[in-house]
């Protein structure tokens, strides 16, 4: 069975920092790209980063770049985003991502995702 779990989130200051957590099982982690997506309310689902599946490469979307970090421990089957300088309009679900492709087809999996609330 298949589950990817987000954790970590939560209320916090502006200027505060979190980190979030997604605990994977029931699939093959070390073969699966890992990203982390957000969705604030009233906007649809935007990519905030990924990685590839050895984590040799990262992206970020511009509104993160110098403040969100993207890792992975394959031998935890973990994938983290450090969340540095939190702002208000970080606030939004945050969700974690699996995706891979094999023989023709598209393995995607998501996390029910976590709650972040940037906030004085």
């Known amino acids: 069975q298949v589950q990817l779990v987000e954790s970590g989130g939560g209320l916090v200051q502006p200027g505060g920092s979190l980190r979030l957590t997604c605990a994977a099982s029931g699939f093959t982690f070390s073969s699966y790209a890992m990203s982390w997506y957000r969705q604030a309310p009233g906007k649809e689902r935007e990519l905030v980063a990924a990685?590839?599946?050895?984590?040799?490469?990262?992206n970020y979307a511009d509104s993160v770049k110098g403040r969100f970090t993207i890792s992975r421990d394959n031998a935890k089957n973990t994938v983290y985003l450090q969340m540095r300088s939190l702002k208000s309009e970080d606030t939004a679900v945050y969700y974690c991502?699996?995706?891979?492709?094999?023989?023709?087809?598209?393995?995607?999996?998501w996390g029910p995702g976590t709650q972040v609330t940037v906030s004085s």
């Open positions: 990685t590839t599946s050895a984590g040799g490469w990262t």
């Open positions: 991502n699996a995706v891979t492709s094999a023989n023709g087809e598209l393995y995607d999996y």
